[in-house]
């Protein structure tokens, strides 16, 4: 099977993981629920703050860049703010930021707890503040999810001081986790993603077809945008 463009020119039908991941600086050009979660058993979230959980490396080498990145819009599905993973190359990016606004790049990691429940966190990337400042939401996320690649952990809000603590699970844990074989990743990471969004799936050969995106097109309204000086910038 094909897709078709414009042109009429056909080419090869390419599958989510085929197209090219956002640029290292797509964060730099850009500003900043699962739907029906009963009907799936994979989840489209972070692991419970009770769950020991381990996440997918694809390299083995415990490093968080080996997860490929993606970007995260949310579209109106049935009245509910629904999460839809976009993939794609830059020129389908950029459409989408032009046409949705906000936009989100990260990292989708599959992750397994101890109790053999499977699901994808989507991590956004970590960026940094013109004075070299992080968020420390984003920033322990992302410290806890490369963590996770080698060790057993857990995720906690921390709302108090306006982070994630990471707990590491036990010598004793992570040795009965070793003699069952633990974690095992049966599913493919590439099913694994389908599943959680539930088909919420965007791409160039399907977005100009999806009626959720189609129907969050519209004119952008033209605004007149000032610095604190007085000087305009948009």
């Not at 490929?68 to 190359?89: H, W, Y």
């Not at 990691?109 to 053999?116: D, I, P, V």
């Not at 070299?132 to 996320?141: E, L």
């Not at 108090?160 to 590491?168: L, N």
Request: hydrophobic share 30%; with cysteine; charged share 30%.
């Amino acid at each position: 099977m094909t897709d078709t463009i414009n042109d009429n020119t056909p080419k090869p039908k390419l599958d989510i993981l085929d197209y090219p991941e956002p640029s290292a600086d797509y964060n730099e050009k850009i500003t900043e629920k699962a739907f029906e979660v009963h009907a799936s058993k994979v989840a489209a979230s972070r692991p419970k703050p009770t769950e020991w959980f381990r996440c997918y490396d694809p390299k083995g080498n415990g490093d968080i860049r080996d997860i490929r990145r993606a970007v995260l819009i949310q579209l109106n599905v049935k009245g509910m703010e629904t999460d839809f993973i976009c993939f794609g190359d830059e020129d389908f990016y950029n459409r989408i930021k032009q046409e949705v606004g906000k936009v989100t790049v990260g990292r989708p990691a599959m992750w397994e707890t101890s109790n053999g429940r499977t699901g994808i966190w989507f991590v956004a990337e970590l960026t940094y503040s013109e004075n070299g400042n992080a968020n420390p939401w984003t920033a322990t996320k992302n410290d806890i999810l490369e963590k996770s690649l080698t060790k057993w952990v857990r995720i906690v809000s921390n709302r108090a001081d306006g982070y994630y603590d990471g707990y590491f699970a036990s010598d004793d844990k992570v040795a009965m986790y070793v003699e069952q074989g633990k974690p095992k990743f049966k599913m493919d990471y590439q099913e694994c993603i389908k599943k959680a969004y539930q088909g919420f799936v965007l791409t160039p050969g399907n977005i100009d077809t999806d009626p959720h995106y189609r129907d969050m097109l519209g004119d952008k309204v033209q605004t007149e945008v000032k610095d604190q000086k007085g000087k305009k910038i948009s």
